[in-house]
Structure formats: structure tokens, C-alpha cells
């Protein structure tokens, strides 16, 4: 048997399943990573991790807003005839987003599905459970490694909060990184888009909406305008101006108190994507000229407007690794000796990835088997996770 074919049947799939699903029923919503987190523990812990090699840092601290916990980080050192390679880094986020709300995981078929009308979580869930099947299969049958890093992140729905926030040197200066984040287990994500979020504070003048509605100047309307002439110009939703793409989103507005009172207040909030950092920059100020422009166009009777404060702020640059670095050669390889096609993409959403390549380790972001994120079609393909721990565990051991 070779060595490649050993490794890959090292993975118990049994145990890797039972990580899944225990992941999957406990809820975790970004800054509330807590209860992830101390099973992620316990399961590394029982795994054969020492008690010294784990450790959360401080990022909660320095994201603020009530952040429960860190990002989780685990340091193993290195065996055998790989152990004075360089270190690697394997990562994965613990959050997920709000439509997981209390998730009940149900095995259907060949897939894992959601009970309820809930989204499953499976977006990050399998990267846990995948890391700490890679753990376990790398301690349990003592495979040589380079000294390894798993970093299992904070807040990453909400904007890379705990990939921004680590510090280089808790992850021990790894060259190179594979970040699981993603669906199929051939396509290698090696770049992504950039984002902005934005939001709008639209200050009106509230008056009586029966009695006196033209002493007031209303924040909604205010709001409306600003939003409908981003979309005549055509920078709302997905955009493609000149050759130029991108895609814009309001996300909330919030505001108002009663029908019968001219709003003086609404707050709107919103974000821009592009693959151009340029063009990112034109679709976010395309809605800061529109917020202004709108305030100039509502007035009172007494000729008074109102104002609006626009704020944005860069999410994420977007990124793109080279196809011969170390990390995407890696990749390529271990998803040939596992039988797969290799296929290298460029994702339309933010990645740790973006923070960790962009903070000098370049990072590969492989998928272990969830699809539909962020919808309540959301399921996790089994074959296609159990097929990413093999991957995993491969690079981490070759
Ligand atoms: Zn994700």
C-alpha cells in the first residue's frame, strides 16, 4: 500500500461524522462562538492534543461588542521525517449566521439537512469537524507532520473579525495556509472578491403626518430617493457597468416610530463587492453621492433639509494568490492523489483567506462539502466531507 493510500484511509468515518453532527446542534452565531468553541476543545482534548498545545488568543478583546470568545488556536508539533519542514496553518471558522438560529442537523440520504426551516450551519461546521478529524487521525496513528496550526475563527460572517484580529506570531509564523470554507473538495479557492460595508444615518425633521406633514422632512423619503437612484444608474445589486463588475446590497433600514409622525430618523445599512479595488471604491461612492444628493432634494416649508452621515468602511481587499505558490502546488497535487480534478476559482465572497494571504501567508481555501450556505436549502454532501478530512489530513502529513 502506498503511503498516500494509507493516510487516506485513516480517516474513521464514523468519528468524523459524529464531529459534524455534534457541531451542527450546538448554535453558535458570530460573537457567540462560546459553546463551539469548549466542544471543539473537549473532542481535541479527547483527540490526544495536550492541554498546553491549546490556546484562544485575545482577538475578542480587540473586536470589542461583546465577542464571548477568541479565535481557538491549536499548535502541534511536528514528528517524524517531516518535522523540521516549515509550519502550516489549517483554518476554519466556528461562526455562523443568524438563519442557523437553533438548527436541528438530520441525516437524509446521502446528505445532512436542517429538521426545520432553519439554515444548517454546515458553513463552518464541516471545517471544525474536519480539522478536528484531522487532528485526531494525525495523533491516534502518529503521522510524521511539519509542526502544524489550527486556527478556528471568530465573527467571520459578520466580517473576518477574528482573521483580522490574530496575531502572526500566536500562530507560530506559518508559510503557507489551507483555509476550508467552502463546497467541493476539487475546486481550490486561490483569490476573492473585496467588500464595503456602508451605512447611512439620515437625519430628518419629525412634524405631525395629518396635521402638518410639510413643516417635517422625512428620513424615508429621503432614503427612498437615495436607494432608487442608485439602482437607475445601475449600481444595485449585481452590477456590470463598462466591463466593470460588482454587486451592491441594502441590508437593513431601520427607523420610524408612527404612521402619523414624519420620520426624522432612519438608519440604513448596506455593502458593495468587487473583484477591483478601483471599482469597489466607484460602487460605494455611487451610494455616498446618492445619500448626499438625496438630502438636497427634500425640503419643508420653510426651505430647511435635512442631513445624512455616510459611513463606509473596507471590509475586505479583495485578493488573488499565485497559481504556483506553495500552498495552491499543495493542493493541486493532494486533490489528484485522491482521485479528484483539480480546478482553481476565484469565490464572490470574503474569506479568512483575504486577511491571512493579505497578512503574508498565503492561503488556499478548500471546500469540505457545504452547499447553499445562508439559505434554509443549506445541507452538507456526507461523501464530500469525509472526502475533504482525507484532503486535509494529506497535506497536513505529506
Ligand atoms: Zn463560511
Not at 486561490?190 to 430628518?204: L, P, Q, R, T, V
Not at 410639510?214 to 457597468?241: N, P, R
Amino acid at each position: 500500500m502506498s503511503t498516500t493510500k494509507f493516510k487516506i484511509q485513516m480517516i474513521e468515518k464514523s468519528r468524523a461524522l459524529d464531529h459534524l453532527l455534534a457541531l451542527l446542534k450546538i448554535e453558535g452565531l458570530s460573537g457567540q462562538e462560546g459553546k463551539v468553541a469548549a466542544e471543539a476543545r473537549k473532542r481535541l482534548g479527547a483527540a490526544g492534543c495536550k492541554a498546553a498545545w491549546i490556546k484562544h488568543d485575545n482577538a475578542h478583546k480587540r473586536i470589542g461588542q461583546d465577542y464571548e470568545v477568541g479565535n481557538l488556536i491549536v499548535k502541534i508539533p511536528g514528528k517524524g521525517s517531516l518535522r523540521t519542514q516549515p509550519r502550516r496553518l489549517f483554518s476554519g471558522h466556528m461562526d455562523t449566521v443568524p438563519l442557523c438560529r437553533g438548527a436541528i442537523p438530520e441525516v437524509s440520504g446521502d446528505r445532512i439537512i436542517a429538521k426545520g426551516a432553519t439554515a444548517l450551519g454546515g458553513d463552518n461546521k464541516t471545517a471544525v469537524a474536519a480539522l478536528i478529524t484531522v487532528v485526531e487521525s494525525i495523533l491516534i496513528n502518529n503521522l510524521p507532520r511539519p509542526p502544524l496550526t489550527f486556527l478556528f475563527t471568530v465573527g467571520e460572517e459578520v466580517g473576518l473579525h477574528g482573521s483580522r484580529n490574530v496575531d502572526l506570531k500566536d500562530l507560530g509564523h506559518p508559510t503557507f495556509g489551507i483555509n476550508v470554507d467552502s463546497s467541493h473538495p476539487d475546486y481550490a479557492i486561490i483569490g476573492a472578491i473585496g467588500g464595503d460595508h456602508w451605512e447611512a444615518n439620515i437625519h430628518g425633521r419629525s412634524a405631525h403626518a395629518g396635521v402638518h406633514p410639510d413643516q417635517g422632512i422625512s428620513a424615508t423619503l429621503i432614503a427612498s430617493l437615495a436607494i432608487s437612484d442608485v439602482a437607475k444608474q445601475g449600481y444595485f445589486g449585481k452590477i456590470m457597468i463598462d466591463g466593470h463588475h460588482g454587486t451592491s446590497n441594502v441590508g437593513t433600514i431601520t427607523g420610524g416610530e408612527a404612521t402619523n409622525q414624519v420620520t426624522d430618523h432612519v438608519r440604513v445599512t448596506g455593502e458593495c463587492r468587487s473583484h477591483s479595488r478601483s471599482f469597489l471604491r466607484t460602487i460605494t461612492s455611487v451610494y455616498r453621492r446618492a445619500f448626499n444628493n438625496a438630502v438636497k432634494q427634500v425640503r419643508n416649508n420653510r426651505g430647511e433639509r435635512g442631513s445624512v452621515e455616510f459611513l463606509a468602511k473596507r471590509g475586505y481587499d479583495p485578493f488573488k494568490i499565485s497559481e504556483r505558490s506553495e500552498p495552491v502546488r499543495r493542493a493541486k497535487s493532494a486533490i489528484k492523489a485522491l482521485g479528484g480534478d483539480p480546478h482553481l476559482v476565484i469565490a464572490d465572497g470574503g474569506l479568512d483567506a483575504n486577511n491571512l494571504s493579505a497578512r503574508g501567508v498565503p492561503t488556499v481555501t478548500l471546500g469540505a462539502g457545504q452547499y447553499n450556505p445562508h439559505t434554509i436549502d443549506e445541507y452538507v454532501n456526507i461523501e464530500e466531507y469525509l472526502t475533504g478530512c482525507r484532503l486535509l489530513t494529506l497535506l497536513a502529513t505529506s
